[in-house]
């Protein structure tokens, strides 16, 4: 069982070949048949089959009749919204992100909600609060996160494309994990309105699709200015999908430091068989330094907490979601209900925050992060007066096994080591399927220049088309 190009759906619902409301009866009878891999954490079959209804009355839209799958921290009608965190568990949206209101005005029907590690915080899905998902090939591994839900759901095609976020790599990760691609695009091309947020400087919307011109589309209808999130920055004018970019003449930079990191020997095969492939097609490719991105990571693990403690802190068991049965005061309750409904990982996350914007430690951390951040920012600037793209892999390894690393934070937080340093640039990155080590599959990351998202997925498909 496979689905169509999502054009060639949308194409079929259009002129009657193809009815919506079957589309999503597939949809949901993938999710119920691959139940045993928890991606899913609630379907919306009421009000999609009420939408694909209505859709086949009057079938427009250049998504017409497309089920999607969206990671559970984008606000939706139809059924409840909770960053698959206890805090959030009775949540119901009373409005929806701007990416599902755009995705919905072109005819697409969310049909369920994706698992992720509780408020994105995470690698693997081991931090949701529901149940841990399971490799699409091999149930004993991770999906990768933080995003596994959206990525094993459309590995194991319950939906033509599902939506993640990208705070740090986890719409990159989980696709390279599963065989997917997954775009994170420019900082700001797609609305944060209605979209939980983790770390607002860094947060990006992108698609996990089959194919990157698939990915494209989904981008094409949900990118652009919206008056509801004033970081949104304009599309480009012509379409992201079936852009097209020559690899021969190109100028491609590879991260030295990234294939300086111990990567998993059958990670380093394909990453070196690709590269060769970009030389094959005529790209010139060389080495290239960018001396701060080893310490993207330290940068990230301070940068994100900050804003995550200050975004947690709406979580007071008054405004949203639970509130704990057990206060016995206003006092008590903020305590309690933040106390008993987050998890771990979101407490450690609030808690190193905290600690490094304190007026104590502000200039010792905050600050001297920021400084670095803003190194990392100007070598990737170099970087592009020099090359049209930077490639290497996307993480050091393929899926590892459930358990492996959730007991060690810094192993966990080392999984993001060659993904968070575009999102402390804003730069454009994606992760497109390059081969596989011992059964795994293993992705191959590309990044662009900031705004060159048009470029970037015209050279991603171009590689798509020769990878093996
Ligand atoms: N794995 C990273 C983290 O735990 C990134 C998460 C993300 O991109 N949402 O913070």
């Given at each position: 069982m496979d689905w169509l190009p999502i054009a060639d759906i949308a194409g079929k619902v259009q002129n009657g070949e193809l009815k919506a409301v079957e589309l999503v009866r597939k949809s949901l009878a993938a999710i119920e048949e691959n139940k045993n891999h928890d991606a899913i954490i609630s379907t919306m079959e009421a009000r999609a089959l009420e939408r694909a209804g209505q859709i086949d009355?009057?079938?427009t839209g250049r998504l017409a009749g497309v089920p999607f799958i969206t990671k559970d921290n984008f606000l939706t009608f139809g059924g409840k919204t909770t960053a698959a965190s206890n805090i959030l568990r009775p949540f119901e949206a009373p409005y929806q992100a701007t990416a599902i209101e755009r995705l919905e005005a072109e005819g697409a029907i969310c049909v369920a909600k994706a698992n992720l590690d509780a408020f994105a915080h995470g690698s693997s899905t081991e931090n949701s609060d529901w149940f841990v998902t399971k490799h699409p090939a091999d149930p004993s591994r991770v999906p990768g996160g933080s995003s596994?839900?959206?990525?094993?759901?459309?590995?194991?095609r319950m939906a033509p494309f599902a939506l993640g976020t990208d705070t740090g790599g986890s719409i990159r990760l989980?696709?390279?994990?599963?065989?997917?691609?997954?775009?994170?695009?420019?900082?700001?091309?797609?609305?944060?309105?209605g979209v939980i947020a983790m770390a607002s400087s860094t947060d990006v919307i992108g698609p996990l699709a089959r194919s990157v011109d698939d990915a494209a589309l989904v981008l094409d209808v949900m990118s652009g200015k919206d008056e509801l999130d004033s970081t949104t920055i304009d599309r480009d004018e012509k379409p992201y999908s079936g852009a097209q970019e020559e690899i021969a003449g190109k100028k491609i930079g590879v991260i030295r430091e990234y294939l300086a990191q111990g990567l998993q020997p059958g990670v380093e095969k394909i990453v070196r068989e690709s590269i060769d492939?970009?030389?094959?097609?005529?790209?010139?490719?060389?080495?290239v330094s960018l001396p701060s991105l080893p310490l993207a990571l330290a940068v990230y693990y301070i940068v994100c907490p900050a804003e995550v403690s200050s975004n947690l802190s709406r979580y007071d068991g008054q405004r949203y979601g639970y509130s704990s049965p057990d206060a016995k005061d206003l006092d008590d309750s903020y305590e309690l209900s933040?106390?008993?409904?987050?998890g771990a990982e979101a407490k450690r996350r609030i808690m190193i925050g905290t600690h490094v914007l304190s007026s104590g430690y502000y200039d010792a951390y905050y600050k001297k992060a920021q400084t670095v951040r803003t190194k990392i920012i100007n070598e990737f600037e170099e970087a592009f007066a020099?090359?049209?793209?930077?490639v290497g892999p996307v993480a050091p390894m393929?899926?590892?096994?459930?358990?492996?690393?959730?007991?060690d934070p810094l192993q966990m937080y080392l999984t993001d080591i060659m993904t968070v340093a575009a999102n402390m640039s804003g730069n454009p990155a994606i992760s497109v399927p390059a081969g596989e080590a011992e059964g795994l599959p293993v992705g191959f990351q590309i990044v662009g220049p900031l705004?060159?998202?048009?470029?970037?997925?015209?050279?991603?498909?171009?590689?798509e088309a020769i990878r093996t």
């Open positions: 009355e009057s079938p596994g839900g959206s990525a094993a759901a459309v590995a194991l989980p696709a390279s994990f599963c065989g997917v691609v997954g775009y994170k695009p420019t900082y700001g091309l797609v609305s944060r309105s492939k970009l030389k094959s097609a005529g790209a010139t490719v060389e080495e933040r106390q008993q409904g987050f020099k090359y049209d793209f930077l393929t899926a590892f096994k459930i358990g492996e690393r959730s007991g705004r060159g998202d048009r470029q970037l997925l015209g050279i991603a498909r171009k590689f």
